[in-house]
């Protein structure tokens, strides 16, 4: 069983904290759709965003 069964909904609470839009997904893990346009840049400042938040999770 998983060892902490609330991870997943405390993971996206801090994601879309950082502006980040994301779901769960039923396996455990984050969804997050960047726009098919989006540059290098913007690319990084997603992942820099998603870091950030999950790094606040104890």
Excluded: F, N, Y
Aim: charged fraction near 30%; proline fraction near 7%.
């Amino acid at each position: 069983m998983d060892k902490a069964p609330t991870l997943v909904r405390r993971a996206v609470h801090a994601v879309r904290d950082a502006d980040i839009l994301t779901r769960p997904l039923a396996c455990g893990g984050l969804q997050i759709s960047p726009a098919l346009c989006a540059d290098e840049a913007e690319l990084e400042r997603l992942a820099e965003g998603i870091r950030k938040a999950l790094a606040t999770l104890p």
